[in-house]
């Protein structure tokens, strides 16, 4: 099976190699085992750099996949069964950017929320839309996994081109409902989850175990919901009220002036301190390469002890604004997606069912949004792709939200295959319709000093 990875320089390529490994360790059979992973970057530092890891974490592993690296999309695509697509146009430069201009309106600033997600779409979606064409050309009967940001609106563009086989995936509602079975004492493996949302924009509703539903007694119990992450960040008094248990980045819709304030007073954006960071890790690497660098580190130790700092300031400034908390240790081992991704892998190459919370395609899925919607529920996979899972009625608070966000999501992608004055007026919408957006006036302004729209 060959893997393709598009955006195969980026930090967290290692995450999906070691998934791999461990994959190809466990497989009793070729057809589940991936024998030869194709990695696509536009830059070859990064592909160096990541290369040199992946060669550490392949030692003593005799099923390890080849590696092979190319700057040539056509090249990187050719003979691909699966691509994974972890795309970050413009780079953590332009991240910092998308997050420093709405915060200099006094409005959110975050990589996939607010005003900064519609600037991150608009600069990404034509890239994607472009890729699509050349998996569509080269590769028809890949199946594509999206990583990219925001997640659920290019997985939606991709579609438009390549339909159902390109399925969008998040680690955000995987590690919710994780922590939710383990605050329950439950084996979050044997448990089932009530899930409903776009991406960055969903509630877990049931946790079931052995038949039976054990969200409630977890929201009568506020010691039980203040032990794990999404507890501490919106409080008990709040779930309770609420009844669910939201996705995290609805911290930024319900506590928004407390996060705002607290992401204007931090001395730096998330995307600035991961620029600065990361810059500092693949210059180091590179030096390393296989052998020690002067620190007498490898490119591999080099690489874990700049993810373990990453995973403990992930969303750094929500916890500060909800009283300041730590991350427990069971949350900081990384990856998620890239289970995610090899759990998919192997339920249709071999054709074993598995229940997953995936992006795709609503069909009929969730009352109240239209089939080609893209939204993030369970989802049964096989080898016929995912096939969402009936949510039923949807709360009206919920849907509400979900169906201004779609708008704007549907806004960013046509504004990304337009020109001229249509697309400006599209980016616009899409702006002054967020509901983190308060005026469209500051909506103009915020699109005019983004740069994100290009003069055709």
Known sequence: MRLTVLGGGGFRMPLVYRALLDNNADSGDEAGRC????????????????????????????AAPAVRATTDLDDALRGAD???????????????RDERVPLAEGVLGQETVGAGGVLYGLRTLPVALEIAERIAAVAPDAWVINFTNPAGMVTEAMQRVLGDRVIGICDSPVGLCRRAARALGADPGRASYDYVGLNHLGWLRGVNVDGRDRLPELL??????????????????????LGALPNEYLHYYYFNREAVTSIRQAPATRGEFLRD?????YAEAAAAGTAKGAAGAGALELWERTRMEREATYMAESREASGGWE?????????????????????????????????????????????????????????????????????????GLMLSLKAVERATIASATT????????????????????????????LTASGALQTP
């Open 327 to 399: 991350r427990d240790s069971c949350d900081l081992d990384g990856g998620g997606y890239d289970r995610i991704a090899l759990a998919i892998m192997r339920a249709i190459a071999r054709n074993e069912r598995a229940t997953l919370i995936l992006n795709v395609r609503n069909r009929t899925a969730v009352p109240g949004l239209d089939a080609d919607a893209v939204v993030e529920v369970p989802c049964l996979v096989d080898a016929g792709g995912a096939r969402p899972l009936a949510a039923g009625a949807v709360a009206p608070d919920q849907l």
């Open 419 to 446: 020109r001229g004055p249509a697309a400006r007026a599209a980016a616009l919408r899409a702006l002054a319709l967020h509901p983190l957006v308060d005026s469209v006036n500051v909506a103009d302004r915020i």
């Open 82 to 96: 699966f691509v994974f697509s972890a795309i970050r146009v413009g780079g953590l430069a332009g991240r910092a």
């Open 35 to 62: 024998t030869e992973l194709v990695l696509y970057d536009t830059d070859r530092g990064r592909l160096d750099a990541i290369g040199s890891v992946l060669a550490e974490q392949a030692a003593g592993h005799p």
């Open 277 to 281: 960071q990361q810059a500092g890790f």
């Open 220 to 241: 009568a119990d506020t010691a039980a919901l203040e032990s794990f992450e999404e507890g501490k960040l919106f409080g008990a008094g709040w779930l309770q009220a």
